[in-house]
Nanobody, 123 residues
Framework: QVQLVESGGGLVQAGGSLRLSCAAS????????MGWFRRAPGKGRQLVAV????????YYADSVKGRFTISRDSAKNALYLQMNSLKPEDTAVYYC????????????????WGQGTQVTVSS
């Protein structure tokens, strides 16, 4: 059974940092693109950061560029999101996702999704 399990969310003050982790299991993800998405209250799902299968191509939403860093450890089937200088508008449920086309990470058409982890940033 394919599973993506996020961890590392929580409550933090504005300006603080969090590191999200995603543990993938049930199949090999080393050739998949992977990404982080979020859904804020009353809003649709937003692409936050994605990475191709090599780790050499990353893409960030303008709203997080320069503050967030996505990385992966394919040997561990793991994905990370380092979030610095957090703002109240970053408050959302963050989802880890994997896409079988490892060369094209910039998409909403991901095949596997985690259950999400809540990030709340207080002002």
């Amino acid at each position: 059974q394919v599973q993506l399990v996020e961890s590392g969310g929580g409550l933090v003050q504005a300006g603080g940092s969090l590191r999200l982790s995603c543990a993938a299991s049930g199949r090999a993800f080393s050739t998949d693109a992977m990404g982080w998405f979020r859904r804020a209250p009353g809003k649709g799902r937003q692409l936050v950061a994605v990475i191709d299968w090599t780790g050499g191509l990353t893409y960030y939403a303008d709203s997080v560029k320069g503050r967030f860093t996505i990385s992966r450890d394919s040997a561990k089937n793991a994905l990370y999101l380092q979030m610095n200088s957090l703002k109240p508008e970053d408050t959302a449920v963050y989802y880890c996702a994997a896409r079988r086309d490892g060369n094209r990470p910039i998409s909403y058409d991901y095949h596997y999704w985690g259950q999400g982890t809540q990030v709340t940033v207080s002002s």
